[in-house]
Every structure is written in C-alpha cells, then in structure tokens.
T-cell receptor, first 111, second 115 residues
C-alpha cells in the first residue's frame, strides 16, 4: 500500500460545479496537510495548509482533514475553467521535514 | 509571501554535458531546500534534501555523483546534472519552507531536455 493514495483522474466537471478531491493515507503520524495546484509545466502552487483535523476555508476552497479515517479532502466551489490543473495533496509528521506527495488528480473544468 | 526563484525555466543540452539549475529564496533564508524530479503526468519524486553548509541527503536510488547539490548560502541551492543523458530529461523542481508551521514554496521548475 502506498503511503498516500489519490485518484489520478482525469476528473471532468462543468463550470460552476462543486469539485471534491480526496486523498487517503496510511501513516497515522501525519499531522500537517497541504493541497497544491500545478498547471502544466509549472511548479506547484500552495493552496491550503492545515494542521491536524478540522476544516479550513479560503475563498472558493475548503480543506477538510479527518484523521480518524486518514482522509483529507479539498472542495472547490463555483469551479472555473481556470481551475483546470493537477491537484496534489501532501502531508508529513511532526518530526520530518519532507512532505509525502500524492500522485495528483487531473481536473478539467469545462466551460 | 515566500518566493523561490528557479532558473533556467528550460534548457536543452547535448549528451555528456553538464547542466546547472539554481534556486534562490528571494525574501527569506532557506536552511533547507528540497529537489524533486517529475515525469510527465506523474507526481513529484524527492531526489535530495539540501542543507546549508553541509552535504545533501539523497533519496535511495538517486546517484550522488550524477546529481550534485550545493547549498553554499542560506538563499541559494544548486543542482548540477553531470554527464547528462537523454534519460535525465525531466522536470526538476526545488522547494523551501519558512518554517515548520508553514507550507512549502516551490520554484517554477526547470524542464531539461538532453539530446
């Protein structure tokens, strides 16, 4: 079993839809969770950063962490064609410096 | 916010030559930088962790003599691909963090093509 699993997609949705992106993980020691957006041939861009369980909202983006289920989600409301990208989840424990990345989900928002 | 500047954004080189990629933290000091490699439609693969003033820590399977990492100052880390071969063609990305309670900021990436 991989340490972090993520559906690679592609996921296609119509403009305006609510998008749900998810990652599951196996290491219960993970405490820090991040979501990145990566456009083709560009470096990843940090979208959300959360610590431990709970929800965090920023504009159209909401991140949820459920540590009991080892499951994290990123919701995008009112999706736009400009949201079309690959979304990567990443996580680490309290001690390590390096984050473990999921494989990424390719999202296409169709106008 | 934290900005990491990576250069060049793309480079084409001949087999057998060496290529240097630079990453600079523009508005903060980066004690640690990470170097990743990414193949098309795949996720980021950590190559090495670069610590200022000391030797880099390489991940299993990454050739230390081929991928030379230097972190001589708190704002600059370099990755040199030595004696490049076509199979080294890939997207290379660096990242750094302001600290434990912050996320990691990535450079814009370098697309290396070895012909």
């Amino acid at each position: 079993q991989k340490e972090v699993e993520q559906d690679p997609g592609p996921l296609s949705v119509p403009e305006g839809a609510i998008v749900s992106l998810n990652c599951t993980y196996s290491n219960s020691a993970f405490q820090y969770f991040m979501w990145y957006r990566q456009y083709s041939r560009k470096g990843p861009e940090l979208l959300m950063y959360t610590y431990s369980s709970g929800n965090k909202e920023d504009g159209r983006f909401t991140a949820q962490v459920d540590k009991s289920s080892k499951y994290i989600s990123l919701f995008i409301r009112d999706s736009q064609p400009s949201d079309s990208a690959t979304y990567l989840c990443a996580m680490r424990n309290n001690y390590g410096q390096n984050f473990v990345f999921g494989p990424g989900t390719r999202l296409s928002v169709l106008p | 916010g934290a900005v990491v500047s990576q250069h060049p954004s793309w480079v084409i080189c001949k087999s057998g030559t060496s290529v240097k990629i630079e990453c600079r933290s523009l508005d903060f000091q980066a004690t640690t930088m990470f170097w990743y490699r990414q193949f098309p439609k795949q996720s980021l693969m950590l190559m090495a962790t670069s610590n200022e003033g000391s030797k880099a820590t390489y991940e299993q399977g990454v050739e230390k003599d081929k991928f030379l990492i230097n972190h001589a100052s708190l704002t600059l880390s370099t990755l040199t691909v030595t004696s490049a071969h076509p199979e080294d063609s890939s997207f290379y990305i660096c990242s750094a963090s302001l600290g434990q309670n912050y996320g990691y900021t990535f450079g814009s990436g370098t697309r290396l093509t070895v012909v």
